[in-house]
């Protein structure tokens, strides 16, 4: 059996290929994302390897899975290290990705994912969970008749879905007198973050007016627009990338080199996301201009 990716197969990556250029076991969680996929693995978590790259460590992402423990279960032999493929008409280039620390499964262990939404470190709480995962009416608002929504209402300490886990996490948080987190919805629906951050509220308002008032005063909810193609991994994709890359990869992403992602300028966040992430991240053309 081929040698699988990890730490310490880093040293016999083929030359040709760049490892992360720094140490991952040096990374602080300071993001949270639900629903890591292929394409948040080729989109945000590239753009967060290149800020750790200028050496802040403290943005390392914890994954979740709302549903499956596939992703989970490919990565963590790997040490969370994964494939980042860009193909193009001129050929394909191949970099290591080092910026998950580890995915959790929610439905297997959800308080493991509230204690990383309410640890202090936790900044931004990111999101691409799609536009289904929403629990709306057709007029925006709360759908209270929604299986989940009524199932976290009745058990807030363990939540199922995403308004659940937000509302939960923020809640804990604001009783132990932690800012709160700042939510980031990289999903594809129209105004992503006042849509959530109103469906938030009307949750949160529901369980407990005070806390609905706390959120919708204090939580920062920017809009995003983000955009890059990202085909369904093949075994033909894994075995040439196991080919060029010298070890075996069992979930590496395979994109186009163009890479594009906007975030709505807001006055707040959970603390200063710092210089390289502010270049590289957040302020990125026209939704930064009102």
């Known amino acids: 059996m081929a040698q699988r990716l990890n730490r310490s197969s880093l040293s016999h990556l083929a030359g040709t290929v760049q490892g992360p250029a720094y140490d991952p076991t040096q990374l602080v969680a300071g993001i ?22 200028e050496g802040d460590a403290s943005w390392g992402i914890v994954g979740v899975s709302l549903r499956s423990s596939a992703m989970r279960d490919a990565l963590a032999p790997q040490d969370c290290l994964y494939t980042l493929a860009q193909r193009d008409g001129s050929g394909e280039t191949l970099k290591v990705i080092g ?35 929403y ?10 008749q929604d ?21 939960e996490a923020l809640a804990r948080r604001m009783a132990d007198g932690i800012p709160p987190f700042t939510v980031l919805s990289c999903d594809n629906l129209p ?3 006042k849509t959530l951050h109103g469906l938030v509220t009307e949750f949160a308002t529901l369980r407990d007016p005070e806390l609905g008032r706390y ?13 890059r193609i990202v085909p369904a991994t093949t075994d ?43 270049s590289r991240w957040w302020p990125m053309s026209p939704l930064s201009k009102r």
């Open 215 to 227: 959120i919708e005063q204090n939580v920062a909810f920017p809009s995003s627009m983000v955009d």
């Open 99 to 133: 910026s998950v620390m580890k995915v959790l499964v929610a439905p297997e262990d959800p308080q493991s994912v509230l204690a990383a939404m309410s640890s202090p470190q936790t900044r931004i709480v990111t999101l691409t969970v799609t536009e289904k995962a």
């Open 32 to 53: 949270v994302h639900i629903g890591i996929g292929a394409f948040h693995r080729a989109h945000q978590a590239v753009y967060v390897d290149a800020c750790l790259a």
């Open 191 to 193: 105004a992503n973050g």
């Open 236 to 278: 033909d994709d894994r075995q040439r990338v196991a080919q060029a890359l010298g070890v075996e990869d069992a979930w590496p992403v395979v994109t186009e080199p163009s890479c594009n992602g906007w975030w709505k300028t807001i006055s707040r966040w959970a603390g200063p996301p710092g210089n390289a992430m502010a």
């Open 147 to 167: 299986r989940t929504v009524a199932a976290d209402l009745a058990n807030p300490d363990r939540p199922t879905g995403i308004l659940g886990f937000l509302t």
């Open 135 to 144: 629990p709306r009416n057709a007029d925006g608002t709360l759908d209270v």
